[in-house]
């Protein structure tokens, strides 16, 4: 029997971390659509909103129903704009692993927001599903990925030497592979016990029912 993540939604002081829906199209085509995402992610370039429907109907609930993770959409509590994506991947039921990875919209940035979603969705994972470990893969030059997961308390353990492809902007316009290293980090149960005093605390985990 396949363990799946549940339906589920998240809330903390100022956000609300749900499954993708539909009504997330125009939103998520656009910020997949960033030049910082394009550089540090494999999405398609360009990212159609055809792409992101796609996406949310097909994509992440068949990774979900096959246990190989989770995509939740990062939502502002007060305006329901989205502001991010959470994504969990490479599940492990047996070890109770799963890598984690974050984006947030460009004009959300600097606000805080990925450290206050991913922590809050560690302690969900901890909590709530009995995880041991998760895991973060962030690229060498990508400083706001480390910071993130610096302030939510992770461990570096590592480098992947020549393990991930960037993406730069060529002269004439277009994109050009670049291989860097990635860093590896690591978050255990007792790595959060200081980081969620410094952010805000989660407001709690509620069944998401009308998901598909």
């Known amino acids: 029997m396949t363990s799946t993540f549940p339906n589920i939604s998240i809330s903390t002081e100022r956000l609300v971390l749900r499954p993708l829906d539909t009504d997330d199209v125009p939103a998520l085509a656009e910020m997949l659509n960033d030049e910082q995402v394009a550089a540090w992610t494999d999405v398609p370039r360009p990212f159609t909103e055809q792409d992101a429907r796609t996406w949310i109907t097909g ?21 329901q704009r989205l502001v991010g994506l959470i994504r969990l991947t490479k599940a492990n039921w047996h070890v109770r692993s799963t890598e984690m990875s974050y984006i947030v919209a460009p004009w959300a940035r600097g606000e805080g927001y990925a450290s206050e979603a991913a922590l809050a969705t560690a302690q969900w994972l901890f909590g709530d599903q009995k995880f041991e470990r998760v895991e973060l893969r962030t690229a060498a030059d990508n400083t706001a990925a480390q910071q993130v997961a610096q302030k939510i308390g992770c461990i570096s353990e590592g480098v992947l030497r020549g393990a991930c492809i960037a993406h730069v902007r060529t002269e004439g316009g277009g994109w050009s592979d670049v291989r860097t290293d990635f860093i590896v980090w690591s978050l255990l149960p007792e790595d959060i016990e200081g980081a969620d005093g410094q952010l805000a605390d989660t407001g709690g985990f509620t069944p998401y029912t009308d998901w598909n």
């Open 59 to 79: 994509h992440a609930p068949a990774e979900r129903a096959a246990g190989n993770g989770l995509d939740l959409a990062v939502t502002e509590f007060l305006t």
